[in-house]
Structures are given as structure tokens and as C-alpha cells.
């Protein structure tokens, strides 16, 4: 079955140390996002990739690193220094949202605990 | 930069009773979309906004787009437990790809 698969789906890290979310999509979709949900704040945008190679910064770009080095995966670095990396994340795909409806399609999302 | 609002945050309403959140762009927006995520689930899309004053209908539920491209409802008529989740918004502005999510609309329903 076509889907976005997210992984771990849940992580417990040490602070400073970085880690790493994968998100693979066999949707054949060109633009990827990342989102960070926390209670009350509903979702604000990390990053977000409109083709292989590319990618923009979001609302809270800070902290966080990816790369688009092919179609299906984006994965999503949590660094030192982000300050509060405690948090539900949740990659995103959609295709070109110009020609067609562009609805996104969520993966589970992994639950990172910095302790 | 591009802000979406979302009121109420929260609501509890009894089974039966109707149930209206309403989503407010800074900007203004290409299109719009809502998304139901369920307790511990994933946003779920549920429909998309194109045109100025559109209103969409799914069953129970209605969706508006304003005007002005920068607000928009969702009315959910004789709500019932399975209704129970967060709404979102979504709101892209034209010539991008980026999504900017509203506060979202928690909704508890009582039976």
C-alpha cells in the first residue's frame, strides 16, 4: 500500500545529543514537510522540500537540519541546539499542489523525549 | 510572516448539538484545507477551499471560504461521538508550497 512511513515512533535521547527521524513516501510525491506539534499549538513548519535538492526553511527552522537527496526520503535532524526538542513531529507529502488538489498526507509522526 | 488563528481552542458540546470553528488568515490565501486528527492520530484531510465564497458540504459537515480569501468555517450539524478530535486549517498562499496550520479546534462531545 502507497503511504508515508515515519520512524522511530518513539525516541528517548539524552540532551545534546542529535537525532535523526526518517520519513520515506512511495506516493510518487514531489513536495515533503516536517511539522512540530505541541499541546495547545497545533502544527508550525519546520522545513519543507518542493523537489529533490531543494528545500526551505519554515516557521521554526532553527535548531533543526534535512536533506532531499531522493524523491521518497526527508528525514529530519533534531540538533543540540535546539532548545526545547521535546515534541510530537509529523512528516507530510503532497503532489504539486498548483495542479491538483495538493491535500498532505501525514505519516503516524514520531514522539521524540529528551531527557 | 503568514499567521492562521482558530476559535474556540476548545469546545465541549452535547451529542446532538451543533458545532462551528472559524479559521483567520493574516494573509491572503490561495486555498484552504481542514484536517481532523483523532486523540493520538494523524491529521486527516478532509476537504480543500479554491474559490471566494465557496461552501462545500460532507454529509453532516459544511465548510465556508470567505470573500476575501482569508477566513473560513467549519459547522459540523447534530454532532455525534465518533465527531470527537482536533480541527485544523490550513492556509497556502499563492505561488508556494508552504502550509501554515491554524491553532486548531478541540472538540469534545458528550453523549
Known amino acids: 500500500d502507497g503511504g508515508i512511513t515515519q520512524s522511530p515512533k518513539y525516541l528517548f535521547r539524552k540532551e545534546g545529543q542529535n537525532v535523526t527521524l526518517s520519513c520515506e513516501q512511495n506516493?510518487?510525491?514531489?513536495?515533503m514537510y516536517w511539522y512540530r506539534q505541541d499541546p495547545g499549538q497545533g502544527l508550525r513548519l519546520i522545513y519543507y522540500?518542493?523537489?529533490?535538492?531543494?528545500?526551505q526553511k519554515g516557521d521554526i527552522a532553527e535548531g533543526y537540519s534535512v536533506s532531499r537527496e531522493k524523491k521518497e526520503s526527508f528525514p529530519l535532524t533534531v540538533t543540540s541546539a535546539q532548545k526545547n526538542p521535546t515534541a510530537f513531529y509529523l512528516c507530510?507529502?503532497?503532489?504539486?499542489?498548483?495542479?491538483?488538489?495538493?491535500?498532505?498526507?501525514f505519516g503516524e509522526g514520531s514522539r521524540l523525549t529528551v531527557l | 510572516g503568514q499567521q492562521v488563528m482558530q476559535i474556540p481552542q476548545y469546545q465541549h458540546v452535547q451529542e446532538g448539538e451543533d458545532f462551528t470553528t472559524y479559521c483567520n488568515s493574516s494573509?491572503?490565501?490561495?486555498?484552504i484545507q481542514w484536517y481532523k486528527q483523532r486523540p493520538g492520530g494523524h491529521p486527516v484531510f478532509l476537504i480543500q477551499?479554491?474559490?471566494?465564497?465557496e461552501v462545500k458540504k460532507q454529509k453532516r459537515l459544511t465548510f465556508q471560504f470567505g470573500e476575501a480569501k482569508k477566513n473560513s468555517s467549519l459547522h459540523i450539524t447534530a454532532t455525534q461521538t465518533t465527531d470527537v478530535g482536533t480541527y485544523f486549517c490550513?492556509?497556502?498562499?499563492?505561488?508556494?508550497?508552504?502550509?501554515?496550520f491554524g491553532t486548531g479546534t478541540r472538540l469534545k462531545v458528550l453523549a
Open positions: 507530510a507529502s503532497s503532489i504539486k499542489p498548483v495542479a491538483n488538489t495538493g491535500e498532505l498526507f
Open positions: 506516493l510518487n510525491h514531489d513536495a
Open positions: 522540500s518542493q523537489i529533490v535538492n531543494d528545500f
Open positions: 494573509t491572503t490565501l490561495s486555498n
Open positions: 477551499l479554491v474559490k471566494s465564497g
Open positions: 490550513a492556509g497556502r498562499e499563492g505561488g508556494t508550497y508552504k502550509y501554515i
